[in-house]
């Protein structure tokens, strides 16, 4: 029933646009249709197991889910930016199944470090109601907002927030660059166009082979929103991705656009929608540009694995058992998350001075962006 709702509230959009969807609306629409997109609908999303033959089950695996350490460690990261910039509020995007809320507050706990209020800015009605669940024991101090406040203060977490905001595709075919876009194909189904267009990726990519690749518009909107809103704190992004020069490398003529389901990837966003992510690597350049261009700081970027060693994740390991110590490995090996996944941390200019991250005592990579 799902697909084929949402398939058809696809067919309509496409028709009210002319017969021609931007793929950055289309995604909004996959990702996030009320009751019926990816991040909206009451199918499961994250955990360690795929799903089973009635779609029971998760699609992919994030680091809190992954293991306990994640969020604990991160939070003598959020203990140390509450005390530098004079906060007692965490902010988390898109919380997921609360599990790293639960961690950060439990972290926090145990470092005796006072919160007023960990507030969760979701859009999914079904992932609040997961939210709640988990964060039970944690209720008095947790609050939900489906928007950012006209004025906010305290220190903003987002775990793997930044690639599922929607992305334009531009594709260069014989030397001329297109943006692909949704149409309807002569049976009713959805199929790809791309139109000749005026966008072009921030740098200008070497050869004249056909290249395909996203720009990131909506992710730079929010950082500018947030800049707009945001008078103290520290902001912790963390999610796969590169800086501008490997991002837009000549080799990389795929780009980086990706489907999970099950714990499988694809590359067909038209498929079966509603029932898998869709996802795109993050350009972290165009996202520490943008912050500085709207008055931010960069106060960090590094690997995640380089981040939570800097942070301490040993010295909690060394107390965890077996079990949490060989998952903990995923976390920081390179050929695991610990090199794809980074961190970049930004701060409103009030913020920035007299302190340093520790994430980024060592291995800073902010001169790489």
């Not at 859009?123 to 964060?135: C, F, I, M, N, V």
């Not at 990131?216 to 902001?235: C, D, K, N, S």
């Not at 996202?287 to 700081?297: F, K, M």
Request: glycine share 10%.
């Amino acid at each position: 029933m799902l697909p084929g709702a949402l398939l058809k509230r696809a067919i309509e959009a496409i028709r009210a646009s002319g017969g021609w969807l931007p793929f950055d609306r289309f995604m909004a629409l996959a990702l996030y249709e009320p009751g019926l997109g990816y991040y909206a609908n009451a199918s499961p999303k994250f955990g360690h197991l795929p799903g089973g033959p009635e779609g029971s089950g998760s699609d992919f695996v994030t680091a809190p889910e992954l293991t306990p350490l994640f969020g604990h460690t991160l939070a003598r990261q959020v203990a140390q930016a509450l005390q530098a910039t004079g906060t007692d509020e965490v902010w988390e995007f898109g919380a997921g199944s609360g599990v790293l809320a639960r961690q950060v507050m439990e972290g926090l706990d145990a470092l005796s470090v006072p919160l007023r209020r960990y507030t969760i800015v979701d859009l999914s009605g079904d992932l609040r109601e997961r939210q709640r669940a988990t964060l039970r024991a944690h209720e008095a101090r947790v609050t939900w907002a489906d928007r950012l406040p006209e004025q906010l203060s305290g220190v903003l977490l987002g775990n793997e927030v930044l690639d599922a905001m929607p992305v334009q595709l531009l594709v260069r075919l014989a030397g001329q660059w297109h943006e692909r876009g949704v149409v309807l194909d002569a049976a009713g189904g959805l199929a790809w166009a791309d139109r000749p267009t005026e966008l072009r990726p921030p740098l200008e990519v070497d050869g004249s082979h056909d290249y395909l690749t996203e720009i990131h518009p909506q992710a730079e909107a929010f950082v500018r929103t947030l800049a707009e809103r945001w008078q103290r704190g520290a902001a912790f992004f963390i999610d796969y991705g590169f800086p501008e020069t490997e991002y837009y490398h000549p080799q990389r003529h795929m780009g980086t656009l990706t489907c999970h389901r099950a714990h499988r990837r694809d590359d067909d966003p038209l498929a079966d929608l509603g029932l898998k992510d869709i996802t795109a690597h993050v350009n972290f350049t165009g996202i520490a540009l943008t912050a500085q261009e709207a008055g931010l700081s960069v106060l960090g970027y590094t690997s995640q694995g380089r981040f939570l060693l800097n942070a301490g994740l040993l010295d909690l390991a060394s107390q965890a058992g077996t079990r949490e110590n060989a998952l903990m490995q995923k976390l920081v090996n390179e050929h695991e998350m610990g090199e794809l996944f980074k961190v970049l941390c930004l701060a409103p200019e009030a913020c920035a001075a007299g302190w340093t991250p520790l994430g980024f005592a060592t291995g800073d990579r902010t001169h790489r962006l």
